[in-house]
């Protein structure tokens, strides 16, 4: 299989503390994305990194990639309650375009 | 700007009754559109993925289908419904080629009774 594994699969912190949750894949990727759920809802997408980029920044968000180990983390500074979310990271590998292969993601409990 | 709608927010259906979602994207043309279900506490699994109007490419044999009628219209389906067909429903779009990030819809929960 293709897919994605997130860990850790829970993590609870203090406001103010980072988190910071890893990806591993199995097989030679494009590009590496990151997207948060809120509960209930739809995914919304965070960061792209591709295949020949090792580190990405957005606000409060950085993410590394790893091609030699396949694998990915995702690092949120400063994190507030608001974080709180599940995170997934999702894979396009290069034998199979259009289509993202996501992992079973993480569950970011961050605590006021 | 791109918007994507998705309907009804929520459904309870019995087992053996017939199923039909709708995603509609608005503001981008010739979009990839995907449906991906995602059980409780899960990643997403997707079933089927479109690259144009008509073209549809299904990701797990179950007794789900998907049509593109209209070229930022996706439809799921089933003609008998089964108690492992509920979950969480999502329909996503991209644009076209590979290499892009999805925008997901606001989901469908599903189920079925």
């Known amino acids: 299989s293709q897919q994605g594994e997130e860990d850790p699969q829970a993590l609870s912190i203090q406001e103010g503390e980072n988190a910071t949750m890893n990806c591993s894949y199995k097989?030679?990727?494009?590009?590496l994305q990151w997207y948060r759920q809120n509960s209930g809802r739809g995914l919304v997408h965070l960061i792209l990194?591709?295949?020949?980029?090792r580190e990405k920044h957005s606000g409060r968000l950085r993410v590394t990639l790893d091609t030699s180990k396949k694998s990915s983390s995702l690092l949120i500074t400063a994190s507030r309650a608001a974080d709180t979310a599940s995170y997934f990271c999702?894979?396009?590998?290069?034998?199979?375009?259009?289509?993202?292969?996501f992992g079973s993601g993480t569950r970011l409990l961050v605590r006021p | 700007s791109q918007t994507i709608h998705q309907w009804p927010a929520t459904l309870v259906q019995p087992v053996g009754s017939p199923l039909s979602l709708e995603c509609t994207v608005e503001?981008?043309?010739?979009?990839?559109l995907y449906w991906y279900r995602q059980a409780a506490g899960r990643g997403l699994q997707l079933l089927f993925y479109?690259?144009?109007?008509?073209?549809i490419s299904s990701e797990v044999p179950q007794n789900l289908s998907a049509s593109r009628p209209q070229d930022r219209q996706f439809i799921l389906s089933s003609k008998k419904l089964l108690l492992s067909d509920s979950g969480f429903y999502l329909c996503?779009?991209?644009?076209?080629?590979?290499?892009?990030?999805?925008?997901f819809g606001p989901g469908t929960r599903l189920t079925v009774t």
């Open positions: 996503a779009w991209s644009h076209s080629g590979g290499g892009y990030e999805q925008y």
């Open positions: 990194i591709r295949s020949n980029e």
């Open positions: 999702a894979t396009e590998h290069m034998d199979s375009s259009y289509k993202l292969i």
């Open positions: 503001g981008t043309s010739n979009p990839n």
């Open positions: 479109s690259v144009g109007i008509g073209q």
């Open positions: 097989t030679s990727i494009n590009n």
